[in-house]
């Protein structure tokens, strides 16, 4: 099955920049979206298909995705933004959604 | 609006089957431009895709858990749900039911966009 690697944490100083990344096979070809979960609540969509934001996200967010990997930035980051962030695909060789690890976003 | 609630037991014992329903508001399950999906989440531990449905079609199912899972859709009530037997203590998670965007092509490849607020269950004698 189609494995997406993601690092286990990030480490940023507020209004510096985060990059979180999404490595896969070849996930350049596929469509990946980028979700955001507070402790106790259920993901938020904040990147989709490589590099959309649905309404209501900060243009802060923004995505990018080329060759084996895909990457999160969240610019000026903010105390807020502290979080698990988690890529996600569907691979249409097997058929299957598939979530990378998560990364946890520590603001320092 | 829409809303999506997971309902049903908190705690099953191993070996039975868990069954979880999601009532869906404000949209219709009946949709031509929506799968729904079934997501869960160990605690303390990252995401995992189940399976999505749509009101035509057969279901995609993670193959992992495919030999286990059935989703299926009522549309007389609204709902979906998620049945997974023979569980262990490894199906201990929080489920979430999610209604994935609308798009054009390759609608079963579109975000989760909506989500309910998820279901604790625990498999526990």
């Known amino acids: 099955s189609y494995v997406l690697t993601q690092p286990p944490s990030v480490s940023v100083a507020p209004g510096q920049t985060a990059r979180i990344t999404c490595g896969g096979n070849n996930i350049g070809t596929k469509s990946v979206h980028w979700y955001q979960q507070r402790p106790g609540q259920a993901p938020v969509v904040v990147v989709y298909?490589?590099?959309d934001r649905p309404s209501g996200i900060p243009e802060r967010f923004s995505g990018s995705n080329s060759g084996n990997a895909a990457t999160l930035t969240i610019s000026r980051v903010e105390a807020g933004d502290e979080a698990d962030y988690y890529c996600q695909l569907w691979d249409s060789n097997t058929d299957q959604g598939v979530f990378g690890g998560g990364t946890k976003l520590t603001v320092l | 609006h829409l809303l999506l609630q997971e309902s049903g037991p908190g705690l099953v014992k191993p070996s039975e089957t868990l069954t979880l329903t999601c009532t869906v508001s404000?949209?219709?399950?009946?949709?031509?431009?929506?799968?729904w999906a079934w997501i869960r989440q160990p605690p303390g531990k990252g995401l995992e895709w189940i399976g999505s449905?749509?009101?035509?079609?057969?279901?995609y199912y993670n193959p992992s858990l495919k030999s286990r899972v059935t989703i299926s859709i009522d549309p007389s009530k609204n709902q979906f749900s998620l049945k997974l037997t023979s569980v262990a203590a490894g199906d201990t998670s929080v489920y979430f039911c999610?209604?994935?965007?609308?798009?054009?092509?390759?609608?079963?490849?579109?975000?989760?966009?909506?989500w309910g607020q998820g279901a604790l269950v625990t498999v526990s004698s």
């Open positions: 999610a209604r994935q965007a609308s798009r054009i092509t390759m609608i079963v490849a579109a975000p989760f966009q909506y």
């Open positions: 404000g949209d219709s399950v009946k949709s031509s431009s929506h799968y």
């Open positions: 449905v749509f009101y035509t079609g057969s279901p």
């Open positions: 298909d490589d590099s």
